[in-house]
């Protein structure tokens, strides 16, 4: 298995064949998983430096996870790429940089390694290696003449150049994913020094500025945090996907003030007309099968579960409606993703890919 040049989204998560063959193996399809995985491997595997839950061999771990069907050499592969991931983000920890948020988000790095770490059920030294560089992104960073956020990058959102740099707060690329992940982990007993503290820092920045995709070095410095502003409701980013963040977070620090918060949260955002008028379409990025996946999870983690089911019942009749309008295959942006969180079930725990089970 080799590093090598692919077609496009062949390897990925979002948009490729293997992501399509999750809904084949949620269904029970395995001779379609099989086709799709085929297509997804026919030029080999990625294991270079771009390699991540979303593409390349931890990708293909993962979906192979989901069929039950472990491979020791794919995993041998993920390995590798897991310790080369964190190799380097050590050495740029030791040099005093920012990280860049492809470092340590669940899309393209670290935390999407650890939940992919999760689903192979065992306790080893490289997930314990990964959860405590997660754990040190809650220590500040010194920067220039300041301390900043561990996970604070010197760029803006997408790359672009941003005075003074960002926070970013969402499930995909920010902080919310690490939280989720931590808590995910210590409700397995997996628990590194500095551990609970950490999902306490994170879970308090959110608490102050979570009501925002991001923060901003203005926002950072004012003496009151900023109000939350209109925006579209999604898992990857906004409000419904940080809620189900801060809810994994409470039930690890038994905190029953904060997951009755987080849930009120997500039935008061999910039922709101001006938030929901922002969701354009049925994708699980950003569209309603996302939004249906989560209000799953938090229903099932909640002690009222029956409060959610209209909300649920809603959301997946506004999936439905827009679902044939979908123009591309895959899981995330595409037909795909949408059918699976149409589907309703979990079997596989495919919603780990998303970091909200």
């Known amino acids: ?57 931890p990708a293909l771990e993962f979906v192979l996870s989901c069929a039950g069907q472990p491979s020791r050499h ?15 983000a050590r050495r740029r920890q030791q040099s005093g940089a920012l990280p860049h948020p492809a470092e340590w988000d669940l899309i393209r790095g670290l935390t999407g390694l650890a939940a992919l770490l999760l689903t192979r059920h065992e306790r080893s030294a490289r997930l314990t290696g990964v959860v405590a560089y997660l754990v040190s992104l809650s220590r500040p960073i010194r920067f220039g003449d300041r301390h900043l956020p561990g996970w604070w990058s010197a760029l803006g959102p997408g790359g672009k150049e941003l005075a003074g740099g960002h926070g970013d707060n969402g499930m995909a690329h920010g902080i919310a994913g690490p939280l989720s992940v931590l808590s995910l982990a210590a409700q397995r007993d997996l628990l590194v020094p500095g551990h609970q503290e950490a999902i306490e820092t994170f879970a308090r920045w959110l608490d102050r500025y979570g009501g925002h995709y991001w ?8 003496v009151e945090p900023p109000g939350p502003e209109l925006a579209r409701p999604s898992w990857c980013y906004g409000t419904p996907g940080i809620a189900r963040a801060q809810q994994l977070a409470a039930l ?14 997500v039935v008061r955002t999910l039922t709101d ?45 506004r999936l439905a409606s827009g679902l044939d309008l979908l123009v591309k295959p895959g899981f995330m942006e595409g037909r795909g993703g949408a059918r699976l969180a149409h589907h309703g079930t979990n079997t596989t725990n495919w919603t780990r890919a998303l970091l909200i089970t």
């Open 74 to 88: 794919v995993r041998g592969v993920v390995d590798r790429v897991v310790d080369a991931r964190l190799a380097t």
């Open 252 to 265: 690890t620090l038994g905190d029953k003030d904060r997951q009755q918060a987080a849930e009120d949260t």
């Open 1 to 57: 298995m080799t590093a090598t040049a692919l077609p496009p989204r062949t390897q990925d998560l979002s948009e490729g064949p293997l992501g399509i063959a999750l809904l084949d193996i949620e269904r029970g399809d395995l001779s379609a998983a099989r086709r799709h995985l085929a297509r997804a491997v026919a030029h080999g595997v990625s294991a270079g430096g771009n390699a991540s839950l979303f593409h390349g061999a």
């Open 273 to 317: 007309p001006a938030q929901l008028i922002r969701v354009t379409d049925s994708t699980v990025c950003h569209g309603w099968a996302g939004l249906v996946a989560l209000a799953r999870a938090v229903a099932a983690d909640s002690p009222a579960p029956e409060r959610f089911t209209p909300v649920i019942d809603d959301l997946r009749q």
């Open 215 to 222: 923060t901003t070095l203005a926002q950072l410095d004012a």
